[in-house]
């Protein structure tokens, strides 16, 4: 097992916040986080590219070729890996691999399950020490909680993991009767996101989640914060929350 891997399996579930770029990666990991991974909507957002469409191969592995060789633990958000060819994307797993990072998300968009299967198999044939974590959509991206959409996230992990998978992730998930359902039936970690109406990360953890993402949560948070002090010095007001220093801020420079 590897260490990142090993992330997944302690006492308490793996918090793996998002990063979008050099310096949000640098500053998570010095409030103590073990691993930080990328968010495809961040990296998207920072080159000016859309997200979910394949747009941002290049960015995605220039950022993981900056952050590969940091102490810590690397897993980088690959959409459906830029291709639907499964060699190309191993290919870039490949690539990924070689710089540093020893994760891979990968999300369906709820195509075809045999296509994704495809991918993972490959991904694992050409870097089997990269942990892939196979993400489905059907409730990112689909109707609800029914039954109907419960089977077809339950065919997709199930082929997900037969293909060789690390663990499954199923974004979009906060009712936490399903959620430890989905464990019991699971041989491999589960990953939800955090989201701030659903469950508390304690909760998650109860019913048996060994990872959390915070997904492009941070970064849209810190555009938050950016629009209220901006708003807050055109009303004569002082800005408030945290604010790293420009020394602090300049430290994150890879030396």
């Known amino acids: 097992?590897?260490?990142?891997?090993?992330?997944?399996h302690q006492d308490e579930p793996l918090l793996l916040?998002?990063?979008?770029?050099?310096?949000?990666?640098?500053?998570?990991?010095?409030?103590?986080?073990?691993?930080?991974?990328?968010?495809?909507?961040?990296?998207a957002a920072v080159a000016g590219l859309p997200d979910g469409v394949a747009a941002t191969r290049e960015e995605t592995l220039r950022l993981a070729f900056a952050l590969g060789s940091e102490p810590f633990q690397l897993s980088v958000d690959a959409e459906g890996g830029?291709?639907?060819?499964?060699?190309?994307?191993?290919?870039?797993?490949?690539?990924?691999?070689?710089?540093?990072?020893?994760?891979?998300?990968?999300?369906?968009?709820?195509?075809?399950?045999?296509?994704?299967?495809?991918?993972?198999?490959?991904?694992?044939?050409?870097?089997?020490?990269?942990?892939?974590?196979?993400?489905?959509?059907?409730?990112?991206?689909?109707?609800?909680?029914?039954?109907g959409n419960t089977r077809d996230t339950l065919t997709r992990l199930d082929a997900y993991r037969q293909a060789g998978a690390d663990g499954v992730f199923v974004p979009g998930l906060t009712d936490l009767r399903q959620i430890a359902a989905l464990?019991?039936?699971?041989?491999?970690?589960?990953?939800?996101l955090y989201s701030p109406g659903g469950p508390p990360v304690a909760h998650l953890a109860d019913v048996g989640v060994r990872r959390i993402s915070l997904g492009s949560l941070l970064y849209r948070r810190a555009l938050g914060a950016a629009l209220e002090a901006v708003a807050d010095i055109r009303a004569g007001r002082m800005p408030t929350g945290v604010t790293p220093s420009y020394d602090e801020v300049a430290g994150f420079a890879t030396r």
């Open 82 to 147: 830029f291709s639907d060819d499964p060699d190309e994307v191993a290919e870039f797993a490949r690539e990924l691999y070689a710089v540093g990072a020893v994760g891979i998300n990968l999300e369906d968009g709820l195509g075809p399950v045999a296509r994704h299967a495809a991918k993972i198999a490959a991904v694992k044939k050409a870097a089997p020490a990269l942990f892939v974590n196979a993400r489905t959509d059907t409730h990112w991206l689909g109707e609800g909680d029914g039954d």
């Open 183 to 192: 464990v019991r039936h699971l041989d491999v970690p589960l990953n939800v």
């Open 17 to 43: 916040p998002n990063a979008w770029d050099h310096a949000s990666a640098r500053a998570l990991a010095g409030q103590g986080f073990r691993a930080v991974a990328t968010t495809s909507l961040g990296v």
């Open 1 to 8: 097992m590897t260490a990142f891997a090993d992330l997944h």
